[in-house]
């Protein structure tokens, strides 16, 4: 089993920056590639960003535009994203998902573990 705990959401205003982080826990081996996913209200849950073990592939949302930047330090087995340049569109709340197969992928099917999330909330 992989616990995963998100922190660093909360209010910040349009065109602000918030830094997320998601520690791993647990049969750590399992997260091989490490993701987030969002959910706003009233929609599905959207990829936004994924990375592998040694970070060298790296998948983005097509919303992303260069505005977030995902990064892990597996000597901690945390994973980071780094938001810019927010905007009240990518209020939601904010998922970690580890997945033990090595594809780098956006399908959250794929994803064996999940956090709770944490809501970011962007105001204009």
């Known amino acids: 089993q992989v616990q995963l705990v998100e922190s660093g959401g909360g209010l910040v205003q349009a065109g602000g920056s918030l830094r997320l982080s998601c520690v791993a826990t647990?049969?750590?081996?399992?997260?091989?590639?490490m993701g987030w996913f969002r959910r706003a209200p009233g929609k599905e849950r959207e990829f936004v960003a994924a990375?592998?073990?040694?970070?060298?592939?790296?998948l983005y949302g097509d919303f992303v535009k260069g505005r977030f930047i995902v990064s892990r330090d597996t000597t901690k087995n945390t994973m980071d994203l780094q938001m810019n340049s927010l905007e009240p569109e990518d209020t939601a709340v904010y998922y970690c998902?580890?997945?033990?197969?090595?594809?780098?992928?956006?399908?959250?099917?794929?994803?064996?573990?999940w956090g709770q999330g944490t809501q970011v909330t962007v105001s204009s």
């Open positions: 998902a580890s997945k033990y197969n090595s594809g780098v992928r956006s399908n959250e099917d794929e994803y064996d573990y």
């Open positions: 647990g049969r750590t081996s399992h997260t091989f590639v």
């Open positions: 990375i592998n073990w040694y970070g060298q592939t790296i």
